[in-house]
């Protein structure tokens, strides 16, 4: 079952496990610059309002009716990530584990392949929840991707357009799938005192505060790691999965359909340094990460259609210096603290 909860996707499986619950968190944030650089992850600025498609039938698109789903707004070269928030199951020293597929326009942000049905993992198509906490972009080599960023649909931006030369979907389709219960309790025994070898606590904290139809563009490179599932295959449960498309609209077009006012424009850069917001490097010493996908890595950005189209990006690609970035380390014990480098 898929809910909609205060701007938040909340995903239920309680045919599978009581516990089997995750939410999906669509963050603004600020769009780092496509410089060459590899940034840490900015914070998140606030998360952007969803609302139901078939509550505004009327004035949507009829391919949204369609595909049915959510929606929500975003600025011409606004940026977004996704946070992947779970809660701790205190007497197993754990989360309940899924897999999860994100396509930006039918295109596995993963892979760079089109969308197929179920989870492969030679090469992995999807990410695994709780030990990847967040989602930036699409995973381009190991340890990097390029940041998500919004752009019209049509015009050539994003990873549908460069990859299958058409633009039909645009949006971001999500399906996740639990883990089945006979693994989850197999693999997280009850604990005992001290937390199990090998189990996996989260306790993270990431600060969080012109057509109609857009896409997600590949944009400028951060510093992020997509792991490795530590699983076996089949211990994901193939025959139970939930599906939602998220469409997006562009924040001027917001008000024509909803009634309400669009937001507010999204930080630059140098507002983002006046600002004092914190960067974030978050890293597993234990867990593998994915190459990355030779497809994404050959796509174009979008500032570098925008210089082969001979539009000016100075004024929102502009270099910064990340200055108070916080370490997040996953891999202590429960009481363990970090100690200073």
Known sequence: MIELNNNALVFSFHEVHWEAKMSLHFQRTLRIPDDGQKYPLPSGLGSFPIHHVDDFAAKVPPSWLEHGGVMLPMYQSEAMWINLKVHNIFDRNTAYPFALKIAVGKINAVTGETWTEGLSKYPQNYIVSPIQPWVDGYCVGEGVIRQFVAKPLGCGYSAEEQITMEANYG???????????????????????????????????????????????????????????????????????????????????????????????????????????????????????????????????????????????????????????????????????????
């Open 171 to 341: 949006g971001m389709q999500i399906e996740i799938f639990p883990m089945k219960r006979a693994a989850f309790e197999r693999r997280f025994p009850i604990a005992r005192n001290d937390q199990p070898e090998g189990q996996f606590n989260f306790t993270f904290f990431r600060k969080s505060s012109d057509g109609f139809d857009m896409a997600l563009a590949p944009g400028g490179r951060m510093r992020q790691f997509i792991y490795k599932d530590p699983f076996s295959i089949d211990d994901w449960d193939l025959k139970t999965s939930s599906k939602c498309f998220v469409h997006i609209a562009n924040s001027l077009e917001w008000h024509t359909i909803t009634g309400e006012k669009p937001l507010a424009a999204p930080f630059t850069v140098k507002e983002y340094r006046e600002f004092g917001f914190p960067w974030f490097d978050f890293y597993n010493d234990n867990l593998q990460a994915l190459t990355g996908s030779r497809a994404l890595e050959n796509l174009k950005s979008a500032a570098e259609k925008n210089r082969a189209g001979g539009w000016d990006q100075n004024t929102q690609n502009e270099s910064i210096e990340p200055r108070n970035i916080i370490a997040l380390r996953n891999g202590l014990k429960q009481n363990q603290v970090r100690e200073t480098p």
